[in-house]
């Protein structure tokens, strides 16, 4: 058995509560601030389509612009979460087991994976930005709206990688009111700055890009003090921060989420070109709307999945097996009711929203009628998002992979090159519900089977 280390004053407020406190009360509890968090972390995006629309006279072509630039803005935030959503779930696996030094030991490498990362990005896209936005469906009104855009946006690729990859960090300790501000802090510099940027100096979408760089960093010095502060459970310590064989497990668990994001961007470049070619730069507004829109969902989604994989860990870690049961029940319960409830309010009002971000009428009537339609699957795809949540709460690698493959390069990917051969432009959103709905089923099949076979083991175990 791994040798633990004596836990320090700064840990004792989290672990009794991530043992002890009521599984519901606590998963609620914790969701809360990640859900605010999550919304504000959504809210970077939302809030720059919503300033960008109104820029006079160029309003549409520049939002379009940026929309096109979203499959790159997933690549930089992927990464992030490679580490992130892997990193943190094992650190947290290993404070249930008590080895509080083998959890900042995963903190240190995260940290040099995640600069790492950044600075090879960064080089990549910058130097191959244009032929990639061309690629990805941009037109000859929108590409210059995209270069100027992600040229900025690239050079805080550093801040989003420690944002975003740490932060979890702070919630895996039960800390998730700290992570809120964590990301609160950023909002509240972007929502203070894109009004000034982007229309009082006419900055347009230069101006969207410089207060998100300005926002991320903001936040990464936040996080970066409070990790390395007396008053985090891990501690980022400087001798930690080197590459490390502690991150392959976190890795191989991280990968499950990596997959599903990366294969967003995937899917985005997929809809962008079919779009452009079967509906023209209108109906790659639309699906930029849509997709905005969708970001809502996952702020709830999301947010009750970082509230509740902590506890999930943490007693999986313990072998507290009747705590974690409980909160995988939370996780079904959570994500599939926020996943139906939200966008049924999305399908019943589909215009509205979509006049959020457009005047146009053309784009309006294209969201008001395929936004119902692309929807549609999203309750049954609640299992898949609770399954995903235990799965990786529980460490367990290979199925949450294989989970995150399903949807998006077997059954979407395919469903939206082919069907619009027949249906068109409409096929693309079609690609969805059905795509959504068949990787719901088959996640709860397996999450049953996988379940099963560790709960017996554990109790072969203990005979």
Not at 17 to 30: C, E, G, I, S, Y
Not at 197 to 209: M, N
Request: with cysteine.
């Amino acid at each position: 058995m791994t040798a633990t280390t004596p836990t320090t004053p700064t840990t004792q407020p989290t672990q009794p509560a991530l043992a002890t406190a009521p599984v519901t009360r606590l998963a609620l509890t914790m969701s809360v601030p990640t859900i605010i968090a999550q919304g504000a972390n959504a809210s970077y995006t939302i809030i720059d389509r919503l300033f960008i629309a109104r820029i006079p006279g160029h309003g549409d072509d520049a939002m379009t612009g940026v929309g096109i630039c979203f499959p790159i803005l997933l690549a930089v935030t992927v990464f992030a979460q490679l580490i992130g959503a892997g990193g943190a779930p094992r650190a947290s696996i290993e404070l249930g087991r008590g080895n509080f030094r083998k959890a900042e030991r995963i903190l240190g490498a995260s940290v040099t994976a995640l600069i790492t990362i950044a600075i090879t990005l960064t080089i990549i896209l910058q130097l191959a930005k244009r032929p990639i936005l061309t690629a990805f469906g941009a037109s000859d009104a929108t590409i210059d709206y995209a270069v100027d855009f992600i040229t900025i946006y690239l050079a805080g690729t550093l801040f989003v990688q420690l944002t975003l990859g740490l932060n979890p960090f702070i919630a895996a300790q039960g800390r998730t009111g700290i992570a809120m501000t964590s990301v609160l802090i950023g909002t509240g510099v972007s929502i203070v700055l894109d009004p000034v940027f982007i229309l009082a100096l006419g900055w347009g979408v230069r101006g969207a890009a410089l207060a998100n760089v300005i926002a991320q960093l903001i936040s990464a010095a936040w996080i970066v003090a409070y990790l390395s502060s007396g008053r985090s459970g891990i501690r980022l310590r400087a001798s930690n921060i080197r590459f490390d064989r502690i991150l392959l497990p976190a890795l191989a668990l991280g990968l499950a989420p990596f997959i599903m994001q990366i294969t967003e961007c995937l899917i985005n470049v997929v809809f962008n070109i079919g779009l452009q070619r079967y509906g023209g730069d209108d109906y790659v507004a639309a699906i930029t709307i849509v997709t905005s829109l969708m970001q809502i969902v996952n702020v709830l989604t999301s947010g009750f999945q970082q509230g509740i994989q902590p506890i999930i860990g943490f007693n999986y870690g313990a072998r507290r097996m009747d705590r974690v049961r409980r909160a995988i029940v939370m996780a079904f319960v959570t994500q599939i009711a926020s996943a139906v409830s939200l966008t049924a309010v999305l399908a019943a009002f589909p215009g509205f929203f979509a006049s959020w971000f457009t005047g146009n009428a053309h784009v309006v009537a294209i969201v008001a009628s395929m936004l119902p339609v692309f929807v549609c699957g999203w309750g049954v795809f609640g299992i898949q998002m609770g399954a995903q949540c235990a799965l990786v709460g529980m460490g367990q690698a290979k199925q949450s992979v294989f989970l995150a493959i399903l949807r998006k390069v077997i059954l979407l990917t395919p469903l939206a090159l082919l069907l619009p051969h027949w249906l068109g432009a409409t096929g693309i959103f079609v690609a969805e519900p059905i795509s959504d709905a068949t990787s719901g089923i088959v996640a709860g099949v397996l999450f049953a089977v996988t379940y099963r076979r560790i709960a017996r083991g554990m109790r072969d175990a203990r005979v």
